[in-house]
């Protein structure tokens, strides 16, 4: 019972807006949240194995996401084009060949396609090489063209500073022995030119400036170095036998005796280094030719091994001056002239 002049204040019906809002954002926000994790997955069954994907250089986000959408990476382009926005990728795509695993999330590809994930094959360059053979081997191997391969080879802008600036001029190929043979990890779409400058770059780091000087404690500068261990690389056909060989060409370089040398040579007339040499190769009128002039010739023969580096470097303690094959991989060493003739009677029949 209320008294006069008493009122009572109704309560007051809350509004429900706010309740159905919240609810709404968070469906909202769900539905969001699906989608993009179904757009974000890989359409790809887990038993179709993984997919190469070849992105071109110069390509665009648009084009990348469509090539990617074509061979089933991603689902929808547009989506992928949206997150490459968002992560600020737009630019920082990287061409190359890429291998991607069924379900594969959208955001994993992208990581890939940023940091260069890309597939690397292998290519075994062995010691002894000329440049013009590991030029035919690129080519052979399908990493490039011999012409590209050998146009970078002969760039004299490349050599390393030690080299002489007169060589340069002259050389036919200015590189030659300077291109260290390993083994190297190529991807898709890689110059020659960038083979060739990893190449020089591995050369580099094999050569070090403590093996610099320590040539130059023997009277050697650095290319004449690399020049021996290019004459030692083709003669030498057993491990133990390199520093005995690098040996014998000290010596008689220390006493002005001629080389003698039959893989200088065979360079000279352009035969492969399993050849035999004849008489008549012996009066060839060429620099290289070892036989005719003293002293070592103008430039590198092969791209050597570090053994054969290290052989130059730290010979043997011996006084051998002469060598002779024995047909089974070995040598015969002689110190004078009779003892080298009656090794060739023994192993040459002459």
């Known amino acids: 019972m209320r008294g006069p002049g008493v009122q009572v204040e109704r309560p007051r019906r809350r509004s429900r807006l706010p309740v159905f809002g919240l609810g709404l954002f968070l469906v ?8 993009a994790s179904y757009l974000s997955s890989c359409p790809l069954p887990e038993s179709s194995g993984p997919v190469t994907v070849v992105v071109e250089p110069g390509m665009s986000t648009r084009e990348v996401a469509a090539l990617l959408k074509d061979h089933g990476v991603i689902r929808n382009d547009l989506f992928f084009r949206v997150l490459t926005r968002v992560m600020g990728a ?6 190359g060949e890429y291998s991607f695993e069924p379900g594969i999330h959208a955001l994993d590809v992208l990581d890939s396609l940023v940091q260069g994930r890309v597939i690397y094959y292998s290519l075994t360059i062995r010691e002894g090489l000329s440049v013009d053979q590991i030029a035919a081997l690129v080519e052979e191997r399908g990493f490039g063209s011999r012409e590209a391969f050998l146009e970078a080879a002969t760039d004299k802008s490349l050599a390393p500073a030690y080299v002489p600036a007169e060589y340069l001029e002259t050389a036919k190929t200015p590189l030659e022995g300077y291109l260290f043979p390993d083994t190297y990890y190529l991807r ?33 500068t650095p290319h004449e170095a690399v020049t021996l261990a290019s004459i030692v690389e083709r003669e030498a056909q057993v491990a133990e036998e390199r520093p005995i060989i690098a040996a014998v060409y000290l010596n008689r370089l220390k006493i002005g005796m001629k080389l003698d040398a039959d893989p200088t040579v065979l360079y000279a007339v352009g035969k492969p280094p399993d050849a035999l040499v004849l008489w008549k190769d012996l009066e060839v009128d060429s620099p290289y030719n070892t036989y005719r002039n ?8 092969c791209n050597f091994g570090k053994a054969c580096l290290e052989a130059v470097l730290a010979p043997e303690d011996v006084d051998y001056l002469y060598f002779v094959a024995k047909n089974d991989g070995t040598h015969a060493f002689a110190r004078t002239l009779a003892e080298h003739n009656a090794n060739r009677a023994t192993y040459q029949g002459r």
Do not use: H, W
């Open 28 to 35: 909202l926000l769900l539905t969001g949240a699906l989608t």
């Open 90 to 95: 737009d630019s920082r795509i990287q061409s």
């Open 188 to 220: 898709r779409g890689m110059t020659e030119r960038e083979l060739v400058l990893m190449m020089l770059k591995r050369m580099e780091q094999v050569f070090t400036k403590e093996m610099q000087e320590k040539a130059a404690a023997m009277n050697l």
């Open 294 to 301: 003293p002293g070592l010739p103008p430039g590198p023969i």
